[in-house]
């Protein structure tokens, strides 16, 4: 059930809304979530560099724990975007995927490197995020919306074949905490 949902919203706004490449960075926000840690799943599985921003420090640790390449902790680290360029050499992330929204949509835009974008999935913390217009139109960055309901039927088959042959090869994995996680 969750590759039918969670995991092909990830797979989507990785391979359709955007475009990554291997060694691409890519943000992802509420990455303890479903859509969240489906999103560093996959973008893992197609050889992306992930950074998982999360809520406390436990999450954090359960993001690392499920494959994130480094974890931010919001709940004790104010400064997305520095944090991100600290990790990154300077340079800031490819992409961003967003299902929290609201407030974090702004951070994650600075956290990005020019011509950089943020995917919206999602709106757990709010519908209407405010964004700084010159950090768009100095560093030429895009924020664009993804939703699953919106493909076409043909399109969702193709991906879901996609997602199956990255679980049947053991790249993504399903289920809970790390000792009891599920490879399918």
Do not use: C
Not at 66 to 88: K, N, Y
Request: glycine residues 12%.
């Amino acid at each position: 059930a969750t590759l039918s949902v969670n995991y092909l919203t990830a797979y989507r706004a990785l391979t359709n809304a955007v475009d990554i490449k291997a060694g691409d960075v890519v943000v992802v926000s509420g990455a303890s979530g479903a859509v969240g840690g489906a999103t560093l799943q996959v973008a893992r599985a197609l050889g992306a560099r992930t950074i998982a921003l999360t809520s406390s420090a436990d999450k954090a640790t359960r993001a690392l724990k499920g494959g994130a390449d480094a974890a931010i902790d919001l709940s004790s680290e104010p400064d997305v975007a520095q944090r991100v360029r600290d990790l990154t050499a300077g340079v800031g992330a490819d992409w961003a995927i967003d299902p929290v929204g609201g407030a974090l949509t702004n951070q994650l835009l600075h956290a990005l490197r020019p011509r950089g974008t943020v995917v919206s999935v999602g709106f757990t913390g709010g519908m209407q995020p405010a964004f700084d217009a010159f950090e768009i139109i100095a560093g030429e960055k895009r924020i664009v919306g993804y939703s699953l309901h919106r493909e076409r039927d043909e399109d969702l088959v193709a991906a879901q074949r996609a997602l199956v042959a990255l679980a049947g090869a053991g790249r993504i994995k399903t289920g809970g905490d790390e000792d009891s996680r599920v490879y399918i």
